[in-house]
């Protein structure tokens, strides 16, 4: 089992800057990636952006070259740095990891970003 937890979310204005961050604890020797995604109200949960432990990362095209994804191994942690928001970024964005030895996901609780004047 994975136990993550997302801090950083919050209401901020169009063109304005958000740093999301996610703390991963337990079994997090079997984590493969670790990725961001966001789910709006009405929509299905989509992907922002997935890092691997080795590879390329991927972005949804919506947020390519406003969004960026790091990982601090060290300290188990992931980071989504936003810039540029949008209304439409407006979104509950969800940590999530990835063991693709077994094919099980971990989720976390939410953090919910507004982006609105």
């Known amino acids: 089992q994975v136990q993550l937890v997302e801090s950083g979310g919050g209401l901020v204005q169009p063109g304005g800057s958000l740093r999301l961050s996610c703390a991963a604890s337990?079994?997090?020797?079997?984590?493969?990636?670790m990725g961001w995604y966001r789910q709006a109200p009405g929509k299905d949960r989509e992907l922002v952006a997935l890092?691997?432990?080795?590879?390329?990362?991927n972005y949804a095209d919506s947020v390519k070259g406003r969004f960026t994804i790091s990982r601090n191994n060290a300290k188990n942690m992931v980071y989504l740095q936003m810039n540029s928001l949008k209304p439409e970024d407006t979104a509950v964005y969800y940590c999530?990891?990835?063991?693709?030895?077994?094919?099980?996901?971990?989720w976390g609780q939410g953090t919910q970003v507004t982006v609105s004047s």
């Open positions: 999530n990891s990835k063991d693709y030895t077994l094919g099980v996901g971990y």
């Open positions: 337990g079994s997090i020797f079997k984590i493969d990636a």
């Open positions: 890092m691997p432990n080795t590879g390329v990362t």
